[in-house]
């Protein structure tokens, strides 16, 4: 039977093909009311998750898919660049198992899969309107079902988990005939799939898939090393062209640029003319928020480092020592890594830090120090909330001097000093309250004890010390796509600064060792949290 409850709050574009219900008569597509009501009625599946919403850039942040049919996102409420909203996952899976199946099997009803949906809103610039973006689906089913191939699944750029996949096992001649002539289609299926490996039949396909995730990164890298969204602009190119501009090899950098494409940096508009994605336009480096420095920073100056991470977990050392010394670093070799490294830290926009200023309560506050805050952008968002306070932002020198561009053009910077120091020396005095927002987790536990003894020096019997950073849980128990984040920057640290991340009971113990009590903890989302630290009693 056709779930008719089911199939009524799905948005529908395709005809509902051969349904013995509902014909091939398409429907139209449903209001914007009834797509908010089907996003919040129905239970929506996110990457591989069951019941999460659909978080357009965190899923990019995974990796990009594309799908053939080019679903667009954009109907179920895709929006802008800064609001990221979640839309309807399971029901774009369950449309896509529709396009798969050519209808919605009367015998599969929505519980006998996890309709996984893998997307991306394709960015586009805030003024050229909400985002678009592409869906990919991964369609797990939890019974053998009849009526779905994998070859027809691969035929609309999609995933059906293979091994619980069957036909009706049917030994009729007929059936024989039919399942030969299907060979060849269930052979391009597995060619076609581009996380089987390269061109081969694996096993375990999706662990191999992660053991080859660094394919992207390293076209990133080479596309912002070489400067080809610059070179591009906002024109269609030829390889020719950009090969001379590029400096790079012709036929090499042809193959890179239709790598690109297929991951929706680029797009071939004729053979061997390119030109940049909308996603593609913040590699450039003369737009407003460019991934540049960004993509530099992590695909080649700390990628080098996580090259050495199995050293790094059998010593417990950073990359820095276990490095063959004769190897020189790329942060060694690079006389603009330093400049990366600031133009990456704190440089956000500072409404990204909103939720922060929002998740403690300012008000008895006078002077808000952040320390080590890089760019400004929480020092701005606290400020920017607050009208009535008083700011200082410190951080090395370098860092203070390319902060100062930024707080010439800001209405608070008359409220606002911006201070050099060292804070494993000293911390200037003068505030009642202290940030130091992932400062510390860069740092081993006794130099941690020495920026927060030197914290203790100067903050008022009734001031407050904000640790921001993550708090992990004792236990990880299962996966979790933000416990990832977290846990890679543990390692990041672990390789890159001999750092770590923290648990709350290991947070607590560093405060108690520099004279403060951990007074409470206020999760900021599912983000970060911030610890209230408050000077211990002599
Ligand atoms: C990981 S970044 C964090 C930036 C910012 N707080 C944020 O969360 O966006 C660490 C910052 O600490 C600063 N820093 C590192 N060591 C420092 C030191 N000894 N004295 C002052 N600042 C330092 C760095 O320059 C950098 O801006």
């Known amino acids: 039977m056709c779930d008719e409850a089911f199939h009524s709050r799905l948005p529908r574009r395709t005809p509902h093909v051969d349904c013995r219900r509902h014909g091939d008569q398409p429907r139209a597509s449903p209001e914007p009311a009834e797509l908010h009501r089907c996003r919040t009625d129905a239970p929506v599946h996110a990457g591989h998750e069951v019941g999460t919403p659909f978080d357009g850039y965190r899923d990019l942040a995974g990796g990009w898919c594309r799908n053939r049919l080019d679903i667009p996102i954009e109907p179920l409420g895709a929006v802008d660049r800064r609001q990221r909203g979640p839309c309807n996952v399971r029901a774009f899976a369950h449309?896509?198992?529709?396009?798969?199946?050519?209808?919605?099997?009367?015998?599969?009803?929505?519980?006998?899969?996890?309709?996984?949906?893998?997307?991306?809103?394709?960015?586009?610039?805030?003024?050229?309107?909400?985002?678009?973006?592409?869906?990919?689906?991964?369609?797990?089913?939890?019974r053998r079902v009849s009526k779905i191939?994998?070859?027809?699944?691969?035929?609309?750029?999609?995933?059906?988990?293979?091994?619980?996949?069957?036909?009706?096992?049917?030994?009729?001649p007929v059936s024989v005939v039919a399942s030969l002539i299907c060979w060849p289609r269930i052979l391009r299926y597995f060619m076609a799939q581009s996380d089987s490996g390269i061109g081969n039949v694996t096993p375990n396909a999706e662990l191999v898939q992660m053991a080859m995730s660094y394919s992207r990164s390293y076209m990133l890298c080479a596309a912002a090393r070489l400067g080809i969204a610059d070179a591009l602009g906002d024109e269609v190119r030829s390889v020719d062209h950009l090969a001379e501009t590029c400096q790079a090899d012709v036929d090499a950098l042809y193959r890179l640029l239709r790598a690109l494409a297929s991951i929706g940096i680029t797009e071939e508009t004729t053979p061997k003319h390119f030109r940049l994605t909308p996603f593609g336009r913040p590699l450039r480096?003369?737009?407003?928020?460019s991934a540049w420095p960004a993509v530099v920073f992590w695909a080649d100056l700390l990628a080098d480092n996580w090259s050495l991470l199995?050293?790094?977990?059998?010593?417990?050392?950073?990359?820095?020592?276990?490095?063959?010394?004769n190897v020189p670093s790329r942060w060694s070799q690079d006389p603009e890594a330093d400049s990366i490294f600031r133009a990456v830290m704190g440089t956000a926009p500072a409404e990204d830090y909103a939720p922060i200023a929002r998740a403690w309560d300012f008000s008895r506050a006078n002077v808000v120090a952040d320390l080590g805050g890089g760019g400004g952008a929480l020092i701005l968002a606290v400020l920017g909330l607050h009208p009535y306070l008083r700011g200082m932002l410190v951080d090395l020198e370098a860092s203070v001097e390319a902060a100062k561009a930024r707080f010439a053009d800001e209405e608070v910077s008359s409220r606002c000093k911006l201070?050099?120091?060292?804070?494993?020396?000293?911390?200037?005095?003068?505030?009642?309250?202290?940030?130091?927002?992932?400062?510390?987790?860069?740092?081993?536990?006794?130099?941690?004890?020495?920026?927060?003894?030197?914290?203790?020096?100067?903050?008022?019997?009734?001031?407050s010390l904000l640790v921001i950073e993550f708090i992990l849980p004792p236990l990880?128990?299962?996966?979790?796509?933000?416990?990832?984040?977290?846990?890679?920057?543990?390692?990041?640290?672990?390789?890159v600064t001999g750092g770590r991340e923290r648990s709350e009971h290991e947070w607590r113990t560093l405060l108690e060792a520099a004279g403060f009590r951990l007074a409470g903890v206020f999760p900021v989302g599912n983000d970060v949290g911030i610890l209230e630290a408050k000077p211990a009693q002599a």
């Not at 191939?149 to 009729?172: F, L, M, Q, Y």
Request: net charge neutral; proline share 7%.
């Open 95 to 142: 449309r896509h198992l529709e396009q798969i199946s050519d209808v919605v099997s009367p015998d599969i009803s929505p519980d006998d899969y996890s309709g996984g949906a893998r997307g991306c809103a394709a960015a586009t610039a805030p003024e050229q309107g909400p985002q678009r973006g592409l869906l990919r689906t991964e369609i797990k089913f939890h």
């Open 149 to 172: 191939e994998p070859a027809t699944a691969a035929s609309c750029g999609s995933r059906v988990h293979w091994p619980v996949i069957a036909k009706r096992r049917d030994s009729s």
């Open 285 to 289: 480096r003369d737009v407003a928020q």
């Open 310 to 325: 199995t050293d790094c977990i059998r010593t417990g050392k950073p990359a820095s020592q276990v490095r063959d010394p």
């Open 419 to 463: 201070l050099a120091a060292d804070l494993t020396q000293s911390v200037p005095a003068g505030a009642d309250v202290y940030m130091l927002k992932h400062v510390l987790h860069g740092r081993r536990d006794a130099e941690a004890i020495t920026i927060l003894k030197n914290c203790r020096a100067v903050i008022p019997a009734n001031g």
């Open 476 to 495: 990880i128990s299962q996966a979790d796509p933000h416990l990832e984040g977290h846990l890679m920057s543990d390692l990041n640290m672990l390789a």
